[in-house]
């Protein structure tokens, strides 16, 4: 495979394929992880992003756990009906729904939490601090880059 007349890349040597088998085992070893709790990714991913933002609308979980509306909007449903989070609208904006954790919702987030950490911990082995910042600063280039349409000189 060429990307450019003076760049030949393997499937070994494509960024892509190193994301996509990093991410797959982190997904498995995750769900392996959650399942005593009783949560699954998409659960884990709202309590994740409650116990940073505390607060946050459907959208806006949504937005962070890169899962469409309707999706998310049924996932924090089952969640309410399992009584982990709790739904309000947002002050002076009541079409908004906000969504806050309960007591067990905090309890749950916090079991995850430590699930997680011992999996950032393996993941992370022997890597330094600034290994990892600028591998998250990488990653959010890339991220950033493919948000939206190709630009005239993509490849």
Same mark, same amino acid.
């Given at each position: 495979m060429r990307i450019s007349a003076d760049h030949e890349i393997s499937y070994r040597s494509w960024p892509f394929y190193w994301l996509a088998r990093a991410s797959g085992r982190y997904r498995? #070893? +995750?769900?392996?992880?959650? #399942?005593?709790?009783?949560? @699954? +990714?998409?659960?884990? #991913? !709202?309590? +994740?992003?409650?116990?940073? @933002?505390? !607060?946050?609308? !459907?959208?806006?979980?949504a937005s962070h756990a890169i899962e469409k509306l309707p999706t998310m909007t049924k996932i924090i449903q089952r969640m309410e009906s399992d009584q982990l989070v709790r739904r309000q609208p947002r002050p002076g904006r009541e079409r908004v729904m906000e969504v806050v954790l309960t007591e067990a919702g905090e309890l749950a987030g916090e079991q995850a939490w430590e699930a997680a950490t011992a999996l950032y911990g393996q993941a992370f082995a022997g890597m330094s601090a600034s290994d990892i910042a600028q591998l998250t600063a990488l990653l959010e280039r890339v991220a950033e880059n493919l948000n939206g349409a190709p630009s005239a000189e993509s490849p």
């Open positions: 498995a #070893r +995750m769900e392996e992880l959650l #399942r005593p709790t009783g949560l @699954d +990714m998409a659960r884990w #991913r !709202v309590l +994740m992003t409650l116990h940073q @933002d505390r !607060v946050a609308s !459907v959208s806006e979980i």
